[in-house]
């Protein structure tokens, strides 16, 4: 299963155009590193005060994310840029349902991801209600009884449901390379 990670990064005032264009040499370069299947930016609006900077990647696996983050291309990049910016970057891996339609190439079509949720979400919901009725539809408020009911939705779908469903369907779901999305 592929894995996705999110780097936040701090650049310092006025090194917004270097660290950009280091980026993107780098990124050309990483992405001959086995394992690599992606990286995205996400910049800051123009003119905005924040000087945080978003990096999305994406690895084959755990093994190729931590070859590649222990190797001399990454150290010496963390070098190149450390005067470009503040503080230690923060590393998030994605897991969850932002993590589902992650794609190295473009996100899948949107109708494609909201019938696959659609396939997903109504048998869950099914049987979160059938499992759950029994327990605690007599011995709790509606409300409690509906949020329980969500929040089982919520978890099947996150760790069980939508991984599976998007390992199974992912050549649909991406469709050929050649196919416009």
Do not use: C
């Not at 660290?19 to 910049?43: I, Y």
């Not at 993590?99 to 396939?119: D, G, V």
């Not at 059938?130 to 509606?142: H, M, T």
């Not at 089982?152 to 369907?169: C, D, H, N, Q, R």
């Amino acid at each position: 299963m592929p894995i996705h990670v999110a780097i936040t990064r701090r650049v310092r005032p006025g090194r917004e155009a270097e660290f950009q264009s280091a980026l993107k040499e780098f990124f050309a370069s990483s992405f001959g590193h086995e394992g690599v299947h992606g990286a995205s930016l996400l910049a800051p609006p123009i003119h905005s005060p924040s000087p945080e900077f978003g990096i999305l990647r994406s690895f084959a696996n755990a093994r190729e994310r931590d070859e590649f983050y222990s190797s001399p291309m990454f150290q010496a990049w963390e070098a190149r840029i450390q005067p470009l910016t503040d503080g230690k970057p923060v590393y998030r891996e994605l897991t969850g349902l932002e993590a589902w339609f992650r794609s190295p190439r473009n996100p899948p079509p949107r109708w494609k991801m909201a019938l696959l949720t659609w396939l997903a979400v109504w048998p869950v919901s099914m049987a979160m209600s059938a499992v759950l009725k029994p327990l605690l539809s007599q011995r709790v408020p509606g409300f409690i009884y509906s949020g329980a009911i969500a929040g089982g939705i919520v978890v099947v779908l996150s760790w069980v449901a939508m991984p599976l469903l998007v390992k199974l369907t992912q050549r649909w779901l991406l469709g050929h390379p050649s196919e416009k999305a």
